[in-house]
């Protein structure tokens, strides 16, 4: 495939190493220094685009991409406010739009498990359930996308809960996500349920970025020959 990378930090070098040793071209590198090359590509030169870039750059890229008749893969979080924007443009230009707001197969097998649990543990009043993200010191958003996406799974089962609140663990009627940033940590998302007895935790801890970047390129070789919106639980039969 011939390959447009939309972020050329952490991950895009990461996908980039990936992808070069499956074969597959890179024909362009874009960042914030050059953000204005993408002017440069269609689906002429282009046969998906993987974007991981930063909230505030995002929806743009992904926008442009789906106008230019690129298939798109974003990872990029912290910017879905947009995202049913990005699902109109999709349909209107008849594109192909891949999102995940973590491509591990291994973060996918915990939203899983994490959904499965939560429709159990509803019925249990006398755990408290919260979700911890741990990221390094560089991430810019919070609380983690990942994060977002456990609590929605946890949600889904939890109606009494309205909806989830970052760092407020004192609004009792919410669930919280606490995020903490150290050193080095790449990612790791942490569920408890805490009753006065005992305590039962779910958690994925991520030892590299290989997974993200096995995951995204695997989406991009699924994608390319699809028009839709899809994301991971599409690909893997979840
Ligand atoms: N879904 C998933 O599985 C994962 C998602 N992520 C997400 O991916 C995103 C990127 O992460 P990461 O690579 O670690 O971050 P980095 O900060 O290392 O890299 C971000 C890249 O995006 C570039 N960029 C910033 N603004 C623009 C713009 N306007 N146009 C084009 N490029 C731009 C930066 O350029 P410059 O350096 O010049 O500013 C940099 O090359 C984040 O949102 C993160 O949360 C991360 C890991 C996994
Ligand atoms: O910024 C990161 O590094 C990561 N971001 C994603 C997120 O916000 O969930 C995925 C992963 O945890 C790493």
Excluded at 41 to 69: K, M, R
Excluded at 99 to 127: D, T
Excluded at 182 to 204: A, C, F, K, N
Aim: glycine content about 10%.
């Amino acid at each position: 495939m011939r390959i447009l990378l939309i972020g050329y930090g952490k991950m895009g070098k990461t996908i980039e190493q990936l992808a070069l040793s499956k074969g597959h071209e890179i024909i362009g590198r874009i960042d914030h220094n050059n953000a204005e090359d993408l002017l440069n590509y269609t689906s002429e030169n282009a046969d998906v685009a993987i974007e991981f870039t930063h909230p505030e750059a995002a929806y743009g890229n992904i926008s442009y991409c789906l106008t230019h008749g690129i298939p798109v893969v974003s990872g990029s979080t912290g910017w879905l406010d947009k995202f049913e924007e990005a699902v109109e443009l999709c349909k209107k230009n008849n594109g192909a739009f891949f999102y995940a707001s973590n491509y591990s197969v291994g973060v996918n097998l915990f939203f899983h498990f994490n959904e499965y649990i939560a429709s159990k543990m509803q019925a249990y009043p006398e755990y408290q359930v919260g979700i911890r993200e741990i990221h390094h010191l560089q991430k810019v958003d919070k609380p983690s996308g990942t994060g977002i996406t456990t609590a929605e799974g946890i949600l889904s089962s939890y109606k009494n809960l309205g909806g989830w609140v970052a760092d407020s663990p004192e609004e009792k009627n919410k669930l919280n996500i606490a995020s903490e940033r150290e050193p080095d940590v790449v990612g790791t998302h942490i569920v408890t349920y805490s009753s006065e007895v005992d305590q039962i935790e779910l958690g994925h801890i991520a030892h590299s970025r290989a997974g993200f970047a096995e995951g995204a390129v695997m989406a991009a070789s699924w994608l390319v020959s699809r028009k839709g919106v899809y994301g991971m639980k599409d690909m893997l039969n979840l």
